[in-house]
């Protein structure tokens, strides 16, 4: 059977309400799941979860838990709204060329580049999304720290909805005394 996946990470961060504050208003992948950052973009495959849940486990194997720091919102092609990663993002990158190897190296486009980011809104309408811009640049202002513990598997139905299949914790690190 051929499902429909991508590969998320759910950053832990201090202010989520206000981010899902936003999202709420401007995104409407908003309800389908919380917020994250995409490592491997929607895909369809008839691996098995199994598969993948070994091939996301190789590809995530010596990777630590780490902190991440947002930058700024942008405006980008097709109404997207992004909270950019600022640092973090050379380990983001890593991952998603970790992920997108192998088993699903088929899978990677060759004409985008990847840019971590949070999706925080898509607006097809350029006032509409000039608007909700200025808005989530305020409101999002103080959003800047997270940390990613862990990267989930998320399954897509066909109605637009899905859920978290899998989720693969990061290595922790160690308390010393």
Same mark, same amino acid.
Do not use: W
């Given at each position: 059977?051929?499902?429909?996946?991508?590969?998320?990470?759910?950053?832990?961060?201090?202010?989520?309400?206000?981010? =899902?504050?936003? #999202?709420?208003?401007?995104?409407?992948?908003?309800?389908?799941?919380?917020?994250?950052?995409?490592? +491997? *973009?929607?895909? +369809?495959?008839?691996?098995?979860?199994a598969d993948l849940a070994i091939h996301i486990t190789v590809a995530i194997a010596e990777?630590?838990? *780490?902190?991440?720091?947002? #930058?700024?919102?942008?405006?980008?092609?097709?109404?997207?709204? *992004?909270?950019?990663v600022e640092s973090g993002a050379a380990v983001l990158r890593e991952l998603h060329d970790?992920?997108?190897?192998? #088993?699903?190296?088929?899978?990677?486009?060759?004409?985008?580049?990847?840019?971590?980011?949070?999706?925080?809104?898509?607006?097809?309408?350029? =006032?509409?999304?000039?608007?909700?811009?200025?808005?989530?640049?305020?409101?999002?202002?103080? +959003?800047?720290?997270?940390?990613?513990? =862990?990267?989930?598997?998320?399954?897509?139905? =066909?109605?637009?909805?899905?859920?978290?299949?899998?989720?693969?914790?990061?290595?922790?690190?160690?308390? #010393?005394?």
């Amino acid at each position: 059977m051929t499902e429909k996946y991508a590969i998320v990470a759910f950053p832990v961060f201090d202010a989520a309400d206000v981010v =899902e504050s936003v #999202r709420r208003r401007f995104d409407p992948l908003a309800s389908v799941l919380p917020a994250h950052i995409t490592l +491997v *973009f929607p895909f +369809v495959d008839a691996a098995t979860e199994a598969d993948l849940a070994i091939h996301i486990t190789v590809a995530i194997a010596e990777q630590r838990a *780490f902190d991440i720091t947002f #930058r700024d919102v942008s405006v980008e092609a097709g109404g997207y709204l *992004f909270l950019n990663v600022e640092s973090g993002a050379a380990v983001l990158r890593e991952l998603h060329d970790r992920l997108y190897s192998s #088993r699903l190296e088929s899978h990677l486009s060759s004409s985008q580049v990847y840019r971590p980011h949070m999706t925080v809104g898509r607006l097809a309408d350029p =006032e509409q999304l000039n608007f909700a811009a200025n808005e989530a640049k305020t409101a999002l202002a103080a +959003v800047r720290r997270g940390r990613i513990r =862990e990267v989930a598997l998320f399954r897509l139905d =066909e109605g637009g909805g899905g859920e978290v299949a899998l989720t693969f914790g990061l290595l922790q690190d160690q308390v #010393r005394t």
